[in-house]
């Protein structure tokens, strides 16, 4: 049972979350009058980078040539998120891997909320870095919440490393949730894309081709592909460029860039090209936990 210190505590971060987020909704509104253009050939040249740095997988030649261009793509804002139905069900397969350490599907699958109390979740994790305090968006992306919070919950988080964190002109992102550190672990289920995909025109197949903006303090979800979302996410600590394959389930809390800032600054070592490996300081995940 908590004591009543820690029991002031949470509720001090949740009253600071709000705040946060309300500042946060009224900037999101502003950005979402402004769209930018981009040309088709850097469009592709970004497509190549994106699914790079973000897909599990091995590395590939191609790939890593792609990521030496000095080109650095407009971006647009991110389409604005239409209205879910108050409550969504959600579909969880099993995947083709066996989870990588103990896990089970979201026991509720039906009747996710969406509205109300439950459109925003507060999250701390707590790293060998420093605290990181995330606020997930339920209202844009219920069934990738339902799923983070359920492995939170089975605390698949804990004990597990940060593997991969990116420094390049158009993509600064740190990279969890795979308890392998191999970039190919997962919890044994995947699931589908939401936002921003799921805003994406069906008559215009170009569209997941042509860069959004990920803003600093963004969390989304990694995948290999569509359809194959699992446990790995990622938070970009500077504001990065990528097709809009990956889905946005919340944010980092502004009180909390701070250890993103000091984890960047330590760099990453190369390993997988320039601006491109694990991080120099290991970033390990001690627990994630609802508040």
Do not use: W
Not at 13 to 29: D, G, Y
Not at 157 to 164: L, N, P, V
Not at 165 to 180: F, H, I
Not at 260 to 276: E, R, T, V, Y
Request: with cysteine.
């Amino acid at each position: 049972m908590p004591s009543n210190e820690q029991r002031r505590a949470a509720a001090k971060r949740k009253l600071e979350r709000q705040l946060a987020n309300r500042a946060e909704r009224a900037r999101r509104r502003k950005q979402l009058t402004i769209a930018g253009s981009v040309l088709g050939v850097v469009v592709l040249v970004a497509a190549i980078s994106g699914v790079y740095f973000l897909t599990k997988g091995d590395d590939s030649s191609d790939a890593k040539d792609a990521t030496q261009s000095n080109s650095a793509p407009s971006a647009a804002a991110p389409p604005a998120a239409a209205a879910k139905p108050a409550m969504v069900n959600c579909v969880y397969k099993d995947s083709q891997k066996p989870a990588d350490k103990p896990a089970t599907k979201p026991v509720k699958a039906d009747g996710i909320p969406t509205t109300g109390n439950d459109a925003k979740v507060s999250i701390s994790m707590e790293t060998n870095q420093g605290p990181i305090g995330l606020t997930l968006n339920n209202a844009e992306s219920p069934c990738t919440v339902n799923s983070f919070v359920s492995l939170a919950s089975q605390k698949f988080f804990d004990g597990t490393s940060c593997h991969r964190m990116t420094a390049s002109d158009g993509l600064k992102v740190l990279q969890c949730g795979d308890p392998t550190a191999s970039g190919m672990g997962g919890p044994g289920y995947e699931f589908d894309n939401e936002y921003p995909t799921d805003q994406l025109d069906a008559n215009n197949p170009t569209a997941a081709q042509q860069p959004i903006a990920y803003k600093r303090g963004t969390l989304a979800m990694a995948n290999a592909g569509p359809g194959t979302n699992g446990s790995q996410f990622f938070i970009v600590y500077g504001d990065s460029q990528l097709p809009p394959n990956y889905t946005i389930f919340g944010t980092v809390d502004d009180n909390s860039m701070g250890t993103l800032d000091k984890i960047a600054k330590a760099g990453q070592d190369n390993s997988n090209g320039p601006g491109d490996g694990k991080p120099s300081q290991p970033v390990d995940i001690q627990s994630v936990r609802i508040d």
